[in-house]
C-alpha cells in the first residue's frame, strides 16, 4: 500500500514539473523569445499586477557599427520614430491579448503596477560585403535592444532582457539599413509582447 501510494505521490510530481507548474521559491521559466532572458519571478505576473506602464524605450548611447558619419546622421533623424514604434506596437500588441486590467505609456506607477523599460544600446547597419562574400550571417543588419521589467512599487527587477532583431531582412535583404530598421523596431515590439505574454 505504502509503496503504491509512494509511486502516485512521485508520478504526480513529475507531471507537475513537465506541465511547468512551479513551486514556491523557484523561478518562472525563461520564455525563450528573446536572444537572452534573466528572469526573477516566482509566479506569473497575472497573479500581483494588474497594471503594466510602457516607459518610451531610450537610445542614450548606442554603439554604431558599420555606420559612418553620413548614415550616423540618419540614424540619429530616425531614432525617435524607432523608439516610438518598439512602445507603440508593443502597446497595441497587449491589449490585443486583453493581458492586464491597464495598459499605459510613462506616468507614475499606483497599485499593483509593472514597469517595462529599456533601450537600443547598438545600431549595427551591416556590411553588404560581409553579406555576399562571407555568408553564414555575417554582415546582418539589426537592432539591439536592452531591458527590463521592474516592480512598479519596490524598483525591484523581475525579468532582464536582450533582443538583437535581425529577422530575415537583417539577414539577406539588399534593402538599406533606414528601411530595415522601422521592421526590426516593430518586429521587437511584437517579440515584448510575447515574452510578457509567456510571463503573464
Do not use: H
Not at 12 to 25: D, E, K, P, R
Not at 53 to 59: D, L, Q, S, Y
Not at 96 to 113: H, R, Y
Not at 151 to 176: C, I, N, P
Request: charged share 30%; net charge positive.
Amino acid at each position: 500500500m505504502k509503496s503504491r501510494l509512494f509511486t502516485q505521490m512521485f508520478a504526480l510530481t513529475l507531471g507537475l514539473i513537465f506541465s511547468g507548474i512551479v513551486f514556491a521559491g523557484d523561478t518562472i521559466s525563461k520564455p525563450k523569445v528573446l536572444s537572452d532572458e534573466t528572469i526573477s519571478l516566482t509566479e506569473r505576473l497575472s497573479a500581483n499586477y494588474d497594471k503594466i506602464i510602457i516607459n518610451e524605450f531610450t537610445a542614450e548611447k548606442p554603439e554604431y557599427n558599420y555606420v559612418d558619419d553620413k548614415e550616423k546622421a540618419v540614424i540619429l533623424k530616425m531614432t525617435p520614430n524607432l523608439l516610438r514604434t518598439i512602445t507603440d506596437t508593443c502597446e497595441a500588441e497587449l491589449k490585443d491579448k486583453k493581458l492586464f486590467k491597464q495598459i499605459v505609456k510613462g506616468g507614475k506607477p499606483s497599485g499593483k503596477t509593472v514597469i517595462l523599460e529599456g533601450d537600443i544600446v547598438e545600431f549595427n547597419a551591416g556590411s553588404k560585403a560581409l553579406k555576399f562574400f562571407v555568408g553564414m550571417g555575417a554582415g546582418k543588419v539589426y537592432l539591439k535592444i536592452k531591458g527590463r521589467l521592474v516592480d512598479g512599487q519596490t524598483g525591484k527587477v523581475l525579468a532582464a532582457f536582450e533582443e538583437r532583431e535581425t529577422g530575415y531582412l537583417g539577414s539577406m535583404t539588399t534593402m538599406s539599413f533606414d528601411d530595415v530598421y522601422p521592421i526590426q523596431a516593430k518586429n521587437i515590439g511584437e517579440s515584448l509582447a510575447k515574452f510578457i505574454e509567456k510571463l503573464y
